[in-house]
């Protein structure tokens, strides 16, 4: 039998019961859109529309289009390009490495979160696929062909391939992983559905799920292995990601600290964007007993920590800049903070090492709101590491006479706002049509940390107690 210390807070507050979830939980997917959810999804539709203008003009006329030139050759792109890769490291963390370590506060946030990893990668597949210039041409180049077709044109040493690997693969398992937990909550959905469009549309996507220990064990396995699988892929993704930078000669990119520093910075952000996402859902939805305060407190801890670990990466970067007395390598960092992009590095430098240390203090890490503004300023930091690291890095390089500034353009902007609109559009499709919370997991866990289990233990303990007092009445 699983045994709660009663000092714990429960993870399940309002007294709920196996029933309560099911309905609370089912009752979003089964009722009519909201008049608040319809100006969501128009809102992110508005976005995905006025950047489809930047996208097809990109794929029409070039990526001339953006801001880029003959010295900074990455920029707007890439720079998007890791912040939203970064972002999708925190579902499958979530998902899988709490999973391992039998953390059960993740069970309220889990599927939110894993959705939201797979619709950032999308977001994130986006520009180096719009980088190509013309995709249907530079998917030629860019995937392995068989040695039969003619010459392996890629090349294998590059780390830009070996991205192509492991965020397809992380995705693909990150994808899987997400619909398997999912199964046994469409099932829910589909037994309890009235109409036959429902029925049909969730009995497909159940399966034929039919809730037997068979059933269960064996899901129980798969859950398993998909999470010893995505483990090191949330620990290799980042890591190759920083490979692009640091298997290079450029002075600010060439070092050996980028993959931890990367991966702590990925789940930095990742975590922040899952607190935008689950406080606004949780208010919207009503769904405080499920996300209280003790799960937003944890998911804060996770963001002093990782924060505090960026914050020590940028100070090592400085002292090995000053310590290698490499000229070069000290100017790229004098330039990163004194130089025409100052703005942008104090405000790395603000967001990411100043504000997460007010989650100290304990006032701060259990308010909803002081919660959601940082977990915003974080992020706004997060993009403006990569651009400090990207930009700063390119714009004065070796050469003096090679110097130059970037300016993005509306397109650049364009397509970031693309991003945005894809996001929550589907972020919002998905909080309506599927379960947000795994009810599965919760209910496996509402008799060990709900309301009702101080109560059910200490009623246990004095039962027993009793017993201990009459020995003639616990022997008969």
């Not at 990782?306 to 100070?315: D, E």
């Not at 795994?438 to 509402?446: D, F, G, R, T």
Request: overall charge positive.
């Amino acid at each position: 039998m699983e045994v709660t210390s009663p000092v714990r807070k429960p993870l399940v507050t309002g007294g709920k019961t196996v029933h309560d979830v099911t309905v609370d939980v089912c009752r979003r997917v089964e009722e009519k859109p909201t008049i608040t959810w319809f100006l969501a999804v128009a809102t992110s539709l508005g976005l995905l529309t006025i950047g489809l203008y930047a996208v097809a003009m990109t794929l029409w006329d070039g990526i001339g289009m953006w801001g880029l030139n003959k010295t900074v050759g990455w920029a707007w792109d890439i720079t998007n390009f890791v912040w939203w890769v970064g972002i999708g490291h925190a579902g499958t963390l979530i998902s899988a490495i709490l999973l391992l370590f039998r953390q059960r506060w993740r069970m309220s946030i889990n599927r939110a979160a894993e959705a939201m990893t797979i619709f950032a990668v999308i977001c994130a597949a986006m520009f180096p696929v719009l980088h190509m210039g013309r995709p249907w041409l530079g998917a030629y180049w860019a995937l392995p062909l068989p040695n039969t077709f003619g010459s392996l044109w890629v090349n294998f040493n590059s780390p830009l391939l070996w991205d192509v690997f492991a965020i397809s693969t992380y995705f693909t398992v990150s994808l899987v992983f997400w619909y398997i937990g999912l199964i046994p909550d469409f099932a829910t959905i589909r037994d309890r559905a009235k109409g036959i469009i429902s029925r049909t549309v969730y009995g497909a996507l159940a399966f034929g799920w039919n809730g037997s220990a068979r059933t269960w064990e064996r899901y129980e396995a798969v859950a398993l292995i998909l999470a010893g699988l995505a483990t090191p892929l949330v620990l290799s993704v980042h890591t190759i990601v920083s490979f692009d930078f640091a298997t290079s000669v450029i002075p600010g990119w060439h070092t050996t600290i980028f993959p931890p520093y990367f991966v702590a910075g990925a789940i930095f952000s990742g975590f922040a964007m899952v607190l935008t996402l689950m406080l606004i859902t949780r208010k919207v939805y009503k769904l405080e007993d499920y996300i209280t305060i003790s799960h937003i407190e944890m998911m804060n801890i996770v963001i002093i920590v990782t924060g505090s670990i960026v914050g020590v990466a940028y100070i090592t970067e400085l002292f090995m800049a000053w310590y290698s007395g490499v000229e070069y390598e000290q100017y790229a960092f004098l330039n990163r903070a004194t130089g025409p992009y100052w703005w942008a590095y104090w405000t790395m430098m603000t967001c990411n090492v100043i504000s997460p240390q007010l989650f100290w203090i304990k006032k701060v890490r259990t308010s909803i709101v002081a919660t959601f503004i940082l977990s915003i300023v974080v992020n706004i930091g997060m993009w403006f590491e990569r651009f400090v690291i990207i930009v700063t890095s390119l714009h004065r390089d070796y050469l003096p006479s090679s110097w130059a500034m970037f300016q993005p353009t509306v397109y650049d902007l364009g397509i970031y706002i693309f991003t945005f609109g894809l996001f929550f559009t589907f972020f919002f499709l998905f909080a309506k049509f599927f379960p947000v919370i795994n009810m599965a997991e919760v209910k496996s866990i509402l008799k060990a940390t709900g309301e009702k289990q101080p109560a059910m233990r200490e009623s246990a303990t004095t039962t027993q107690s009793v017993e201990e007092m009459s020995p003639t009445t616990s022997k008969n």
